[in-house]
Nanobody, 119 residues
Framework: QVQLVESGGGLVQAGGSLRLSCVAS????????MGWYRQAPGKQRELVAT???????NYADFAKGRFTISRDIAKNTVYLQMNSLKPEDTGVYYC?????????????WGQGTQVTVSS
């Protein structure tokens, strides 16, 4: 099993920045990729960005140029640097890990951290 703990959310004005952190523990050697998703009120959860075990990254269109996903392998931590935040970025941000368990892939989720961007 993999446990994920997020931190770094909060209230920020439009145009501001936040950095989210996600610390992984447990069966971290089984992790193939990690990422950030978000869910706004009344909307489905959506991908923000992912980073795989080789360091390759993938971003949603809305995140390109504003958000950066990175990792510190020694600290088992993934970060999401968010700049030029907009009110529509408001939501709960969830850390995700995709891990290989036996012959299957399992998604693990953190508890989420609230990001609120005021106009």
């Amino acid at each position: 099993q993999v446990q994920l703990v997020e931190s770094g959310g909060g209230l920020v004005q439009a145009g501001g920045s936040l950095r989210l952190s996600c610390v992984a523990s447990g069966s971290i050697l089984s992790i193939k990729s990690m990422g950030w998703y978000r869910q706004a009120p009344g909307k489905q959860r959506e991908l923000v960005a992912t980073i795989n075990s080789g360091g390759g990254t993938n971003y949603a269109d809305f995140a390109k140029g504003r958000f950066t996903i990175s990792r510190d392998i020694a600290k088992n931590t993934v970060y999401l640097q968010m700049n030029s935040l907009k009110p529509e970025d408001t939501g709960v941000y969830y850390c995700n890990s995709l891990a290989e368990v036996g012959r299957t892939w399992v998604n693990y989720w953190g508890q989420g951290t609230q990001v609120t961007v005021s106009s």
